[in-house]
């Protein structure tokens, strides 16, 4: 008879210890994610583009020359390449605004290809021509002084930010008319911004041309193109 009366009293006790835990356990669990909305988040891209005149050209130029040695090729290059700047310096270009581009020293070799026939040497300089109206006479004047290589012409912007900040805005506004659009068909609405991420490039090509050996009658003539430099942004808002 005392045992049963043991077994009874440690099961009302186990009840006891039972009733009082589950409601605290009830209290601090969560919801499963998703079952209240929240964790919801939409993800767009907006963009918007930036449509500018270019201010200045970066111009490519330089002496390629062949000797049967390599002291020669390069002594030839020399000569002609310090005339060539003479008359780039002399049509207003500052001697900080042209950098050297690359030096190629190379051997060229026969039919068999075996053999060295002689010897060719390159050097090619990038102009800042800060004055649109002078790119085609410092090519001529160039080309007239001796150079007979280019890389090109590469249109840009002196202030390269000119305008990013009022795309940004736009590119916002682009993503989020997309986010509410996907909000709204998803019976949804949109919270706070989570992230953004920015992504900004320019389409600047390069515009080339052949330099011939002899000076051009007439000024080479160049048309700057109209700069293109697209704004994108990545924005995660949640959604409520």
């Not at 964790?39 to 330089?62: K, M």
């Not at 001529?140 to 090109?152: E, F, I, K, W």
């Not at 051009?216 to 048309?223: L, Q, V």
């Given at each position: 008879m005392k045992a049963k009366m043991s077994w009874g009293a440690a099961?009302?006790?186990?009840?006891?210890?039972?009733?009082?835990t589950l409601p605290s356990l009830a209290q601090t669990?969560?919801?499963?994610?998703?079952?209240?909305?929240?964790?919801?988040?939409?993800?767009?891209?907006?963009?918007?583009?930036?449509?500018?005149?270019?201010?200045?050209?970066?111009?490519?130029?330089?002496v390629q020359t062949q000797a049967?040695?390599?002291?020669?090729?390069?002594?030839?290059?020399?000569?002609?390449?310090?005339?060539?700047?003479?008359a780039i310096l002399g049509d207003g270009v500052k001697p900080a605004d042209i950098a050297t581009a690359w030096v190629n020293l190379y051997p060229n070799y026969d039919s068999s290809g075996t053999a060295i026939v002689s010897y060719s040497a390159q050097n090619q300089v990038n102009v800042t021509v800060?004055?649109?109206?002078?790119?085609?006479?410092?090519?001529?004047?160039?080309?007239?002084?001796?150079?007979?290589?280019?890389?090109?012409?590469?249109?840009?912007l002196s202030d390269?930010?000119?305008?990013?900040?009022?795309?940004?805005?736009?590119?916002?506004?682009?993503?989020?008319?997309k986010a509410e659009a996907l909000a709204a068909a998803g019976d949804a609405t949109l919270g706070q911004v989570v992230t953004i991420a920015e992504n900004t490039y320019g389409q600047y090509p390069p515009i080339p041309f052949a330099?011939?050996?002899?000076?051009?009658?007439?000024?080479?003539?160049?048309?700057?193109p109209t700069l293109e430099t697209q704004v994108t942004v990545t924005v995660v808002w949640s959604l409520v």
């Open positions: 099961g009302l006790l186990l009840g006891l210890v039972a009733a009082l669990s969560s919801p499963s994610p998703g079952t209240d909305g929240s964790g919801r988040t939409v993800t767009v891209t907006g963009s918007a583009t930036i449509r500018s005149a270019p201010d200045e050209a970066v111009v490519t130029l330089g049967p040695t390599a002291q020669g090729a390069l002594q030839q290059n020399a000569s002609r390449m310090n005339d060539v700047m003479k800060r004055d649109l109206s002078k790119v085609g006479s410092i090519i001529d004047d160039a080309v007239g002084a001796g150079a007979n290589l280019s890389s090109g012409i590469q249109f840009q390269q930010n000119q305008g990013v900040e009022r795309a940004l805005g736009q590119a916002v506004a682009n993503a989020r008319a330099a011939d050996a002899g000076r051009a009658e007439a000024s080479t003539p160049i048309s700057p």
